[in-house]
């Protein structure tokens, strides 16, 4: 739909949807609670996942140090083709950690990787992934599974 005149200035409404684009630009942080004692046990452990729907082969955390920090591999779309190893910080602050601009296979794009992580509770560390300029994936570890 197009109107055939132009619309009648309304700063107020103007001033409205500036201040809900820098709202909704700037990183909040997300809660964070205490650290489980289970930290420490899974923190530098190599994990292991069969194909699934985020062609996430294996998984290490590494929760204790000063600077969190994951190491996965992602699935090689072609079987005779090592997948690709992916590296960088996880914020464990609430706010997401950016890594290195880097060649990111599975969605084909050259890109920077955000990363957060959260505990859900005393066994389950949830990671938020931001591809920037892509979206969000999540993945929830729960040892006990």
Same mark, same amino acid.
């Given at each position: ?6 619309l ?15 709202? @909704? ?16 046990t899974?923190?530098?452990? @190599? ?13 290490s ?12 591999e992602?699935?090689?779309k ?7 190893r ?41 990671i ?6 892509e979206?969000a ?9």
């Open positions: 739909m197009k109107s055939d005149k132009a009648t200035p309304d700063p107020e409404s103007a001033n409205l949807l500036a201040n809900k684009i820098l709202d @909704v630009s700037a990183e909040k942080p997300a809660a964070v609670g205490a650290t489980p004692d289970l930290a420490a899974i923190s530098g452990k @190599v994990y292991r996942f069969p194909p699934n729907a985020i062609n996430m082969k294996s998984l955390l590494t929760l204790t140090d000063r600077q969190a920090r994951y190491d996965m992602i699935y090689a072609d079987e005779t083709q090592s997948g690709l992916i590296t960088g910080p996880i914020g464990l602050d609430g706010r997401y950690r950016k890594g290195e601009p880097s060649y990111l296979q599975e969605s084909a794009i050259y890109g920077v990787t955000a990363v957060k992580g959260t505990w859900e509770n005393d066994h389950a560390f949830v938020d992934r931001l591809i920037i300029g979206g994936t999540s993945c929830a570890m729960d040892p006990n599974l």
